[in-house]
């Protein structure tokens, strides 16, 4: 067989992923499909988790195990890169997305878990706020059924996370809002105006987490909060939310004082880089930008050199420096673009390692500075 030497390391890790079956029969039936989605497939396979008996699998029997192989060498692969974090002290963080796309193995394989009908079609929809997003934003998420969820022990959840838990000591909850509420539109709305704000789990949900993994380190995105409650519900569970420098990057905003429990970004996987954004400011702006920096005691020559050192001296108990940043890259280096149509969004990498061993390690003066520098370092 071909899996060989792995054999009991593959079985082990088939016994554990709760959701590899799932996953791969459904891999396998889009690929037959030619990936179009799910609730336009033949009724055995779009309701095959309902009713196995419509479809013989053995014809599969190869190309299943062969999916299921690969997802077993990719989590192996992520298990060395965890454990060899872990040997050099660095903490992971992952993230869980609140929404599901409808489209999706986890959907399609546990409908009850969803606000759908029979046929797996969507009655409702999880859209972007009107006040803040384009309409079109609207029909991209399948919304969860809290109520059958919550009578549940919400183990849905329950499952997804501690498998995350595996890999990463802290958890970012994206959107972490939906938990106090959400914008819930009717599937067959023309617009996202159509919708309501709807409770969230809110606690219930937040609880149910800590107690299946009290280990883990939660912490929220939260720069959609448009109402109080979410960083009430943050203050009450601890959960530290997100402080990103580049979306107060004037000098009024950086006199702001930062929270303690809280994570500071200079800036984020989707949005332009720090020089990015420098590169847009007026002369008058740029100009105030330094001053600010200098009489704070930062010399560095480049901006983002300041905009780095600077977040790591805040008063935030964690501090996030993307690899743009801290080298300094410009344009066409995002990691994602979701504003510029047809982008090349997910793909971006280091393309050498010619000048980035340097400019990493620039960031050590910057954490010594700082006094964030392990004794061990």
């Known amino acids: 067989k071909f899996y060989g030497d792995y054999q009991a390391e593959f079985k082990k890790f088939k016994e554990e992923a709760f959701w590899l079956e799932d996953w791969t029969r459904f891999a396998l039936f889009r690929s037959l499909y030619e990936n179009e989605p799910w609730n336009k497939w033949e009724e055995e396979y779009r309701d095959f988790p309902l009713d ?15 999916l299921e192989f690969l997802q077993f060498i990719f989590y192996k692969q992520l298990d060395e890169v965890v454990a060899y974090a872990k040997e050099k002290g660095v903490r992971l963080m992952g993230d869980a997305p609140f929404y599901l796309l409808h489209d999706s193995a986890e959907v ?40 059958k969820q919550k009578a549940e022990e919400y183990s849905f959840w329950q499952k997804r996370m501690r498998w995350l838990a595996r890999y990463y000591e802290i958890i970012r909850i994206e959107p972490f809002s939906a938990m106090d509420t959400y914008w819930r539109i009717p599937a067959e709305a023309k617009t996202v105006r159509d919708g309501k704000w709807i409770i969230g789990p809110r606690g219930a949900l937040i609880e149910m987490i800590e107690k299946a993994i009290p280990s883990v380190e939660l912490v929220a995105q939260d720069l959609d909060a448009l109402r109080p409650e979410v960083k009430e519900l943050e203050d009450q569970y601890g959960i530290p939310g997100m402080d990103v420098l580049l979306s107060r990057l004037d000098t009024k905003g950086l006199k702001r004082d930062v929270k303690i ?17 420098y590169a847009t400011f007026d002369g008058n702006k740029r100009i105030a930008l330094r001053r600010f920096f200098k009489k704070r005691g930062y010399g560095y020559r480049s901006f983002h050199d300041m905009v780095c050192a600077f977040a790591l001296e805040s008063e935030a108990d964690t501090v996030i420096l993307p690899l743009q940043d801290v080298c300094g890259y410009k344009g066409n280096t995002r990691i994602d673009a979701p504003e510029v149509e047809g982008a090349s969004n997910w793909t971006w990498k280091l393309k050498d390692f010619k000048t980035f061993p340097d400019d990493l390690m620039k960031s050590r003066e910057w954490i010594e500075a700082s006094g964030r520098l392990k004794q061990n370092g």
């Open 108 to 147: 399609w394989s546990d409908r009850s878990q969803f606000l759908l009908d029979q046929e797996g079609k969507l009655s409702y929809v999880g859209g972007c706020m009107p006040e803040k997003f384009r309409d079109q934003e609207a029909e991209k998420f399948v919304l969860y059924d809290f109520k």
């Open 261 to 277: 429990n809280s994570v500071v970004y200079t800036t984020t996987h989707d949005m332009p880089t720090i020089e990015e954004e």
């Open 52 to 66: 196995h008996s419509n479809v013989d699998l053995k014809e599969h029997a190869d190309e299943l195990l062969y």
